[in-house]
């Protein structure tokens, strides 16, 4: 039972590039979402997921874009990456809807955006 | 807007004291509260998780309480330890989108 699995731990884009930070889960979870964390500013949300095929916008989800297709995965790309992207992005899930269930994060992504 | 506090910032305490650490909301509506652990460098590793309906949890040497009236959750750990010494996160759930505090980076002195 490996939990939440997210890659690549470290990533070095330049300004205008696009990726995708890969995040899975193995404990069959409905609920998934994306944060990052940068200094001063704690964890924010940009994206979440309460089940295959379903997404919604968090916090701060402008120059971010998500899918579901699996209950398993729940990729997060970065279409055309900007020097304030730089920072840790965590993936976390739980059971169900946020309310009342433990969230279960990942080690986190560190993407630096030059 | 709902909003998360966590007071202090950072805090140094000699080990083998007792310490409580504070988090506190603006809504005090019915929500579950979390404390997670962040070490350095690290993702967030659940401590506890308090139902709304429940006032406190405990595991090993760590306390969690939720009062929702005065819209307060305290963590208290007991005898503190230098493998303690982490940023301690809360976080409320009010719906789908949870909102955490800021933090409170603990350091505990040998």
């Known amino acids: 039972n490996a939990g939440v699995t997210q890659t690549p731990k470290f990533q070095v884009l330049k300004t205008g590039q696009s990726m995708t930070l890969q995040c899975a889960q193995d404990m069959n979870h409905e609920y998934m979402s994306w944060y990052r964390q940068d200094p001063g500013m704690g964890l924010r949300l940009i994206h979440y997921?309460?089940?295959?095929?379903?997404?919604d916008q968090g916090e701060v989800p402008n120059g971010y874009n998500v899918s579901r297709s699996t209950t398993e995965d729940f990729p997060l790309r970065l279409l055309s990456a900007a020097p304030s992207q730089t920072s840790v992005y965590f993936c976390a899930s739980s059971y169900s809807s946020a309310g009342g269930h433990e969230q279960y994060f990942g080690p986190g992504t560190r993407l630096t955006v030059t | 807007k709902q909003e998360v506090t966590q007071i202090p910032a950072a805090l140094s305490v000699p080990e083998g004291e007792n310490l409580v650490l504070n988090c506190s909301f603006t809504d005090s509506a019915i929500y579950n509260l979390q404390w997670f652990r962040q070490d350095p460098g690290k993702g967030l590793t659940s401590l506890l998780l308090?139902?709304?309906?429940?006032r406190e949890q405990t595991s090993g040497r760590l306390n969690a309480s939720l009062d929702k009236s005065s819209g307060r959750s305290t963590l208290y750990i007991a005898a503190s330890q230098p493998g303690d010494s982490a940023t301690y996160l809360c976080?409320?759930?009010?719906?789908?989108?949870?909102?955490f505090g800021k933090g409170t980076r603990l350091h505990i002195l040998p």
């Open positions: 976080a409320l759930h009010p719906d789908d989108k949870i909102i």
């Open positions: 997921s309460v089940g295959a095929g379903i997404t």
């Open positions: 308090i139902q709304s309906s429940q």
